[in-house]
């Protein structure tokens, strides 16, 4: 890899501000053939580049090295020593020579390389490359470097300290524990280091003597540091500055800070320039993991859901921490029961589902076990071990243990060696007294093994995420338990009716907002009508449902008595303020803070009455969102249904209003849910609304999945419930009305009118029993109510026989005694029919009987 040039302040490249010349540079292919040559070498060994490249580096020696000398260069990052070399001339070369192995990321072997260097005025004195004016610059330059580290003592010499100073301010300079100081000539040149230089650089002062710094450390960083040096050299300006690198040799990379200062002399002469740098490994990875943690806190259990909590987890791990990242759960933790089960099973072994894993590398190959899966840990293996103990374990890829455990699994050992695993952590998930499963963290392209630091951290992050799974997990169970309890209460399909055409949709809230109480409900009422409901407990959570559950309760008690929108509302007003009184008193569980009260208790409520013999709908209304009309034509509209307030508030009336909608009329319902948004208004939601309804679909299903498509939020804060219906009509020879005379002859007429009527409809069969209800029904009007009386009746998929009259008095069943000659009506009608009732309207009442019989 070419390095990069890096040019200072006046635009000079600092190879070329140091003097290139003084340093011999050469490249040698993997195969020991020479690749590269400057100019330095040149003048080292006389060769031109012409003559020299494509050669055998071995030629160049003067001797060959011994057996033993060298170690096997192919397993080493750097060399360095004494090598004998062989001038163009023919006379010999001593020279010292530090090489760098170039091992490209991830390249082929043949793509790696060796950088030598050499410094060429520290060859022999005697040498044909090296000038007796060179010679004379070298010993200067070594003069200097020795008045630089006693330039300070002999300024106090000179103001009459003892000469012993200088010696003690050497010593001081070069015996020290813990700054790396490096003295520098005016060429950027090594010329010495103190004793802990030394060993930072893995080199002695005769090693990189007359070498500039990127020829010692083969890293982009000596760049930038050599820039400061001249800058700091040029200016006086002392420079600073943070790297980090990882000398030869070594695994750990080292955080280093780094002060540049110029040096001269009591005269100002400009001797050279120092570095002093401090070893800051230790405060920068300490900084590291408090960053970790930091991020960790900040970013896993953002959501209630487990598996994303476990890959927050590994995101947050790989690559900071570790090259590969795997989250397990126990199998027994997979129905969500309320304590997780013993987590090792009779034989010691561990049963452990994959909830997540992330590795360096795409797509994580290393992985043995895929997302979903379930994989059995025997005894003795270290997630055994690690669940036994209830501690994180840290562990080498060449431990014994490890190795028999290992070699039970092919697939693993394969991966394993591939890779390079060479060290891992298992740490068990455990919050609440209780295992969840565990963690493992391994690393392969790391060079550096895991030490104890390491595993604290791993232990303080798999802690924090065992918390917020768990937190998950009791959720998610919960979430589970509402949602059963709200679709149980929900209407598992709808009735059958010939009223309306339906079709609905219900959708829980995200798992952020929780499951809530919003309600649906199609209700069949007396005379073909029917009841659509709609409405929306206020809160979230298994509270919610279950008082969504006694509302819709209540409505269809309700309803089923034929109580008009209005009243219908007042009483279910009433039943939710008796609601909220009960709650008001009521305690939380122990442990969920004493004296809190509950929730307060409210709902919004629209209750719809449709009749397709007259094609009138009445409506009400308690704080919910107005209805939204197509008709026939297309053309959309709210309608205007009188505001209610909210059911709960209590002493406040409801108005209902009543409006005709000619036969397929679409009318839509729905929640505050499908329209409300946090980043968007009111009138958007309802604009898009209309828009979805307005265009023809197939079905009425079709229609309900693009208007959650094209108006839904992307993240819905709310449930959805939504119910369209489009309106049928009762054709007029399905329908016969008669008036009839309060006078007890007119009972005979009714029943044969009645009678004459089946027989044109078909429905012979349902003669004896017609014109028995027929008969008590009349006959109680007469006796009893008030005129006018009417006689209806409407084939439908019932048959319904209707009875009304101006009186309001409802009529009531009772058992007659063995002597009594009347009060068996009522008690043959219910006999007879498949239900009946009574109804209240604004001119009196009507009691009604519905037989089954053939639709026709």
């Known amino acids: 890899m070419e390095r990069c040039v890096v040019e200072d302040h006046a635009g000079r490249s600092v190879r070329d501000a140091v003097g290139e010349v003084l340093t011999a540079r050469a490249t040698v292919d993997e195969h020991g053939t020479v690749t590269g040559w400057s100019e330095g070498a040149e003048r080292l060994l006389g ?194 500055l943070e790297n980090h690198a990882r000398a030869p040799g070594e695994t750990r990379e080292h955080a280093w800070s780094i002060h540049l200062y110029r040096l001269q002399d009591p005269d100002g002469r400009v001797l050279g320039v120092a570095s002093a740098g401090h070893d800051m490994t230790e405060q920068y990875w300490a900084r590291k993991r408090l960053q970790l943690i930091a991020e960790a806190t900040a970013r896993i259990g953002g959501t209630l859901d487990v598996t994303r909590t476990a890959q ?118 455990s919050a609440r007294g209780a295992t969840l499963g565990i963690v493992v963290l391994a690393r392969h392209r790391h060079p550096d093994p895991f030490q104890a630091d390491d595993l604290v951290l791993a232990e303080e992050l798999a802690a924090r995420a065992a918390v917020c799974i768990d937190n998950a997990r009791r959720y998610t169970r919960e979430r589970r338990t509402a949602v059963t309890l709200q679709h149980s209460l929900l209407p598992q399909r709808l009735p059958e009716q010939s009223a309306v055409e339906v079709a609905s949709r219900y959708l829980p809230a995200g798992a952020r907002a929780g499951v809530g109480g919003d309600w649906f409900d199609v209700i069949p009422l007396s005379g073909a009508r029917v009841a659509l409901v709609v409405g929306d407990v206020v809160g979230h959570g298994i509270h919610a449902s279950a008082t969504m559950g006694r509302l819709r309760t209540a409505v269809r008690t309700l309803a089923d008595i034929d109580l008009p929108p209005d009243e219908l509302l007042t009483h279910l007003d009433d039943m939710v303020g008796r609601l909220a009184m009960e709650a008001e008193g009521a305690e939380r569980p122990p442990g969920e803070g004493e004296g809190e009260i509950a929730s307060d208790v409210g709902a919004t409520c629209l209750y719809a009455v449709y009749d397709p013999v007259s094609r009138r709908c009445t409506l009400a209304r308690a704080g919910h969102p107005l209805p939204v009309v197509v008709s026939p034509d297309g053309t959309v509209e709210l309608l205007d249904v009188p505001t209610g307030p909210p059911l709960g508030l209590g002493g406040l009336p409801f108005e209902a209003t009543e409006t005709e909608l000619p036969e397929g009329s679409l009318l839509a319902l729905y929640t505050d849910g499908l329209i409300e948004s946090r980043d968007r208004d009111l009138d958007y939601g309802l604009s898009r609304l209309g828009q979805a309804l307005a265009r023809p679909a197939a079905s009425l299903d079709v229609l309900c999945d693009r208007v959650l498509a094209d108006v839904l939020p992307q993240q819905p804060a709310d449930d959805v419930a939504l119910l369209v219906a489009r309106t049928r009509a009762l054709k007029s020879d399905r329908v016969a009305v008669w008036d009839v005379a309060p006078d007890p002859a007119a009972v005979a007429n009714a029943r044969k009118n009645a009678l004459c009527q089946l027989e044109s409809w078909g429905l012979t069969d349902a003669s004896f029993v017609t014109e028995l209800i027929v008969s008590e029904l009349v006959t109680n009007a007469v006796r009893h109510a008030e005129p006018p009386i009417q006689l209806r009746l409407i084939h439908d998929q019932s048959l319904i026989c209707e009875v009304s009259d101006a009186s309001s008095t409802a009529p009531h069943m009772r058992r007659a005694r063995t002597y009594d000659e009347g009060g068996r009506g009522l008690l043959l009608v219910a006999q007879l029919s498949r239900r009946w009732g009574t109804r209240q309207n604004g001119k009196g009442k009507t009691i009604w009987a519905e037989q089954s019989v053939d639709p026709g």
């Not at 072994?349 to 190959?365: E, F, K, M, N, Q």
């Not at 060449?398 to 695993?421: K, L, M, T, Y």
């Open 312 to 429: 927050e987890l590994t995101d947050v791990v790989v690559p900071e921490l570790a090259d590969f990242v795997s989250v397990d759960l126990l199998t027994s933790l997979d129905n969500l029961p309320d304590w997780p089960a013993e987590a090792l099973t009779a034989n010691g072994s561990l049963t452990l589902r994959r909830i997540a894993h992330r590795s360096v590398y795409p797509g994580s190959p290393e992985a043995v076990v895929a997302p979903g899966e379930v994989e059995e840990y025997p005894e003795g293996s270290p997630a055994v071990e690690s669940v036994r103990s209830g501690r994180a374990v840290l562990y080498q890829m060449n431990e014994p243990a490890i190795i028999d455990w290992v070699a039970q699994h092919p697939v693993r050992s394969s991966r394993i060696r591939d890779f390079g695993f060479h060290s891992a952590i298992t740490v068990p998930l």
């Open 47 to 240: 060769y031109t580049p012409a003559q020299v490249l494509g050669r055998p580096a071995r030629s160049l020696l003067a001797e060959e090295p011994l057996a033993g000398e060298l170690p096997p260069l192919s397993e080493l990052p750097r060399w360095h020593g004494a090598l004998a070399l062989r001038h163009r001339s023919g006379h010999r070369v001593e020279a010292r020579v530090l090489a760098h192995h170039r091992m490209p990321e991830g390249g082929a072997a043949e793509a790696r390389s060796w950088i030598l260097v050499s410094a060429v005025a520290g060859t022999e004195a005697g040498s044909e490359s090296v000038s007796e004016a060179e010679a004379d610059a070298v010993d200067q330059a070594d003069a200097d470097a020795v008045a630089v580290a006693v330039a300070v003592a002999e300024a106090e010499a000179e103001a009459g300290r003892h000469h012993d100073d200088a010696a003690l301010v050497r010593r001081g300079f070069f015996d020290s524990p813990c700054c790396a100081i490096s003295v520098y000539d005016t060429d950027l040149r090594f010329r010495r280091s103190s004793r802990y230089g030394q060993v930072a650089l893995g080199l002695s002062d005769e090693d990189v003597r007359g070498l500039r710094l990127a020829d010692v450390v083969d890293d982009p960083v000596s760049e930038k540091v050599e820039q400061l040096m001249r800058l700091a050299l040029e200016t006086g300006e002392p420079q600073y």
